[in-house]
T-cell receptor
Framework: GQSLEQPSEVTAVEGAIVQINCTYQ??????LSWYQQHDGGAPTFLSY????GLEETGRFSSFLSRSDSYGYLLLQELQMKDSASYFC????????????FGAGTILRVKS | DAGVIQSPRHEVTEMGQEVTLRCKPI?????LFWYRQTMMRGLELLIY????????DSGMPEDRFSAKMPNASFSTLKIQPSEPRDSAVYFC??????????????FGPGTRLLVL
């Protein structure tokens, strides 16, 4: 079966760097995605890692280690608007074309 | 592109009534997904379609739920009869064909359903 674990809540200060970790268990792993969801809004795609290493998109980066079944989302130069929920999601052979989402991490950015 | 369109945005109904949620995917996307989000259960996939054909409905909670996709630009999720525990936000999402799992899912704004 599948399992995704990420912290339930993280708090950080404006301008700081924060890392949100995600560990997963799945067979036939395809890749790890990250989605952002503001309160009352819809999930929106942030990044995808299919291979080991770091993917950078502006202030956001995502990392994957397939051997450790682990990834993280790194947010730099935090802004108040980054306060949101962040979901990691995996696709694996056992799920077909499903994207299985973690429970989400609530990020609170304080001034 | 207008993105994924869902209607209604809000629905309040009484227990036992039929509820129909509607979705128009992004043009050219051949995958359509229905999700339900609650505080207790998070974001759950209910069913998904590929080229208008239901592929996996294992997430549909029970027979009260049904989904159709009569054509490439329209899908419905129906709950009959509705129950208070069905209260949730229902999202529709669409994506292009997969590229080794890299495809992005684009979510609609959601329908907030409250069953009294």
């Amino acid at each position: 079966g599948q399992s995704l674990e990420q912290p339930s809540e993280v708090t950080a200060v404006e301008g700081a760097i924060v890392q949100i970790n995600c560990t997963y268990q799945t067979s036939g792993f395809y890749g790890l995605s990250w989605y952002q969801q503001h309160d009352g809004g819809a999930p929106t795609f942030l990044s995808y890692n299919g291979l080991d290493g770091l993917e950078e998109t502006g202030r956001f980066s995502s990392f994957l280690s397939r051997s450790d079944s682990y990834g993280y989302l790194l947010l730099q130069e935090l802004q108040m608007k980054d306060s949101a929920s962040y979901f990691c999601a995996v696709r694996g052979l056992e799920y077909g074309n499903k994207l299985v989402f973690g429970a989400g991490t609530i990020l609170r950015v304080k001034s | 592109d207008a993105g994924v369109i869902q209607s209604p945005r809000h629905e309040v109904t009484e227990m036992g009534q039929e509820v129909t949620l509607r979705c128009k995917p992004i043009s050219g996307h051949d995958y359509l997904f229905w999700y339900r989000q609650t505080m207790m259960r998070g974001l759950e996939l209910l069913i998904y379609f590929n080229n208008n054909v239901p592929i996996d409905d294992s997430g549909m909670p029970e027979d009260r739920f049904s989904a159709k996709m009569p054509n490439a630009s329209f899908s419905t999720l129906k709950i009959q009869p509705s129950e208070p525990r069905d209260s949730a936000v229902y999202f529709c999402a669409s994506s292009r064909g997969e590229l080794a799992g890299r495809e992005t899912q684009y979510f609609g704004p959601g329908t907030r359903l409250l069953v009294l």
